[in-house]
């Protein structure tokens, strides 16, 4: 699975930019100019995981196979977005099939490159992109309410569970806050992810800065950092600039450049690291001859569940697991030597599985 990252923020700021090396294509136009993204993009990236190499080679696989996620660049959204301003209302719907969103913020002077609002205010734009949402988020819930009172008054159980979702996300709205601030009963849960609200979305921001400023940040990008903590969300510092220089050089060259940089790696493993860390993804591998897998999963899963990331079946027929945690995989020489030394355990259906377990499912159908 992986996870699926809509890329917002207003004209210029380098989402388009950033969009183009995370996937290492040109697919995005880059143009100094308001709008030039005028279809949303969609690219598949895979996911860095270093621990997968390792275990191909423990198990002889001719193939690696890492997890993937993708990346949605969204048309920059500017003031009025929500009413159909700029072009950025026909994209709003796109946002709403993502599963978090990354608020790309300007945190760079360069006057060649024009802002929209004539300044350089990270928090200044990221309030403007949040607005633009919550206005969009309050539209569309005034325009289901309502239908579902109708319902609600004959005794539509689910329509009286929505309304109820409803009031929650509007409490909040109208405070002048994104929808993610309610609090929502774990019975509920279900119910609010349905709602499909675009400021209910886990929010990642993501800090853009100037080449000299990619490894330690600036004073730009200290603000985003200090809303991200104090809001709870996460934060990560990027220069598009570098990703786009390093998406066209080899291992070797890339790490050499970033060497000189002070960058132990890409953003893009630090922006996907931190992604993971938002949604509660972990990583399972499997192992064999032919290929050595990872897979993608949410923290606190059960094995039955894991096992149809991979398969429906696998999952509807689970008997058990065999299971080797990571790092007795490593000590003992791979699958082999992990089962000689005991290390490999006979899991069921309630086990829940753990960051960097090797597995093999047994099932039947």
Known sequence: MGFKCAIVGLPNVGKSTLFNALTQTASAQAENYPFCTIEPNVGEVAVPEARLPIIAKLGSSKQQIPARMNFVDIAGLVRGASKGEGLGNQFLS?????????????????????????????????????????LADM????????????KAKNGDKEAILTLKMIELAMAELNEGRPARGATIDKEDRQAWRMMQLLTAKPVLYVANVDEDSAATGNAYSETVFAHAKAEGAQAVVISAQI???????????????LDTLGLEEPGLNRLIQTGYK??????????????????????????????????????????????????????HGGEQGAKEAGKTRQEGKTYIVQDGDVMLFKFNV
């Open 278 to 331: 938002l949604l509660g993804l972990q990583t399972y591998f499997t192992v064999g001859p032919v290929e050595s897998r990872a897979w993608t999963f949410h923290e606190g899963w059960s094995a039955p569940r894991c096992a149809g990331v991979i398969h429906t079946d696998f999952e509807r027929g689970f008997i058990r697991a065999e299971t080797t945690a990571y790092d007795d995989f490593i000590e």
């Open 139 to 150: 539209e569309s819930l005034d325009k289901r309410a309502p239908a579902l009172q109708k």
């Open 94 to 134: 796109n946002i709403r099939e993502t599963d978090a969103i990354a608020y790309v913020l300007r945190c760079f002077d360069d006057d060649d490159v024009t802002h929209v609002d004539g300044k350089i205010d990270p928090l200044a734009d990221m309030e403007t992109v949040q607005t633009e949402l919550m």
């Open 243 to 257: 990703e786009s220089e390093i998406a066209l050089l080899d291992n070797e060259e890339r790490a050499e450049y």
